[in-house]
């Protein structure tokens, strides 16, 4: 196998070689296999390990024969200790996936030190199969069964090729010693279910179906990619992102056919689940929205609006009369000037005389109104904002400088009238939006 596992190396991740590597080692076969291979081909590698104190003193011998086996080959060990069963209570969803969290979460921070530039991982072709049935029993599309990534990043994964027996058989030529976790032989959990019940079955129905599942994947794989390149074309011809929103015309995306699963590529990165509410959405009236759990998407008039989730800001951000610029939450520069410029939406002259300071800076509420300049009387900013066409998420994200309750300006839209340069205006003040 070390042969076969050395060219695999050579014409898929020939990067790793020089490289200070840590590698995943759990003390279980399939991560002892790897370490070996690693050490045989001269590697700078570096042992860690994960205790995460779910099986009392099993778990501690685990993470003694870990650093036992970095003594054997003379390479460094990094061990961390977690609390995990305290974790998933707090975190909640199942021990394995606080587990895995807490796991790939460490291999970041180490990662973030600067002193290894991957982690490896021992995931084998029989782990892929399980992944593919575990997603098949759940529903899934392509992602889900073309298979567990070969490199994720600085997570790479170099034994995907190989089957369990072929690391059995490694290790049994080799005198390989490895430790037997016993919780891997308890079927109440899915993945141990398929394991050692469906996945021996499955093998018994063609001598060679791991082969040929590998290749069905590679067929998946190739498949997802074509569909990946013909997504993002499509998505650089209907998203139009301005100012971090995503915008999408509904009549294209109507003309769309099969429409349902055209949805399911353009908008499954934003997190979106409920496909039918997606759908609706673009036939539903101005103003109606749907939720995932990181992005808001909202129809406004003839387009869909994409935006990431954010808290909103209820801060109020005091500015005194001696600054010439801020930088927080918005870039506003300030500046005494004897001429009255050009105005503009990013540009106004004030007197300041008017001013009252502080001024407040502050996002709008229902209820503000201003005196709009140029025109007579006043205006609800809610008016205002319809009148201009402004959607629900630049509304929330609209600020307004204001002297004590009255509004200066509706920032980067109108000034307030009553705040204007007039000719017995003795201090002219030039304030700027920078973008």
């Known amino acids: 196998m070390l042969s076969e596992f050395e060219a695999h190396i050579k014409n898929h991740f020939p990067f790793l070689q020089g490289r200070p590597i840590l590698i995943a080692c759990s003390g279980g076969l399939d991560s002892v296999v790897l370490t070996h291979l690693a050490h045989k081909l001269g590697w700078d590698i570096t042992l860690a390990h994960c205790n ?9 011998g685990d993470e003694a024969f870990v650093r036992d086996l970095a003594k054997q080959l003379g390479v460094g060990v990094e061990v961390k200790s977690f609390e995990t069963s305290s974790y998933v209570e707090t975190h909640r969803g199942s021990v394995q996936m606080g587990a895995r969290r807490l796991r790939y979460d460490w291999f970041k921070s180490l990662l973030e030190t600067g002193s290894y530039d991957y982690v490896l991982t021992a995931h084998h072709a029989d782990d892929s199969l399980e992944t593919f049935l575990i997603n098949l029993s759940r529903g899934t599309g392509v992602d889900g069964l073309s298979g567990i990534p070969a490199q994720n990043g600085k997570i790479v994964r170099p034994l995907l090729p ?3 027996r072929e690391l059995q058989d490694f290790a049994a030529t080799q005198n390989v010693e490895w430790r037997e976790d016993s919780s891997n032989q308890e079927t109440k959990y899915l993945r141990n279910k398929i394991r050692h019940q469906l996945a021996p079955e499955l093998k018994g129905l063609h001598p060679s179906f791991l082969e040929n599942f590998k290749s069905t994947q590679e067929h ?45 590529e353009l908008f499954k990165e934003f997190g979106f689940r409920e496909w039918d509410d997606v759908k609706g959405l673009l036939t539903a009236p101005s103003g109606k929205e749907v939720h995932s759990t990181t992005h808001r998407m909202l129809k406004d008039r003839e387009d869909l609006i994409l935006a990431e989730k954010h808290e909103k800001s209820n801060q109020n951000f005091l500015v005194s009369a001696k600054e010439t610029a801020i930088k927080t939450p918005i870039r506003l520069q300030f500046e005494e000037v004897k001429i009255m410029g050009q105005t503009s939406k990013q540009t106004i002259f004030v007197d300041k005389e008017k001013l009252n300071y502080p001024l407040l800076l502050r996002n709008w509420e229902k209820g503000d109104y201003f005196y709009p300049f140029g025109m007579q009387g006043k205006k609800k900013l809610s008016k205002f904002f319809k009148d201009e066409k402004m959607d629900v998420f630049s509304k929330e994200k609209q600020w ?27 201090t002219i003040l030039k304030i700027t939006l920078l973008l």
């Open 162 to 164: 190989f089957s369990r």
């Open 52 to 60: 995460f104190n779910l099986r009392g003193k099993e778990s501690d």
């Open 400 to 426: 307004l400088l204001c002297s004590g309750d009255a509004v200066v300006w509706v920032v980067g839209q109108r000034m307030d009238d009553r705040f204007k340069v007039e000719p017995s205006t003795q």
């Open 220 to 264: 998946l794989r190739n498949s997802k990619n074509l569909l990946g390149i013909y997504t993002d074309q499509l998505k650089a011809r209907l998203f139009e992102e301005t100012d971090g929103l995503i915008r999408v015309n509904t009549n294209q995306l109507l003309q769309l056919k099969p429409l349902e699963p055209h949805l399911y």
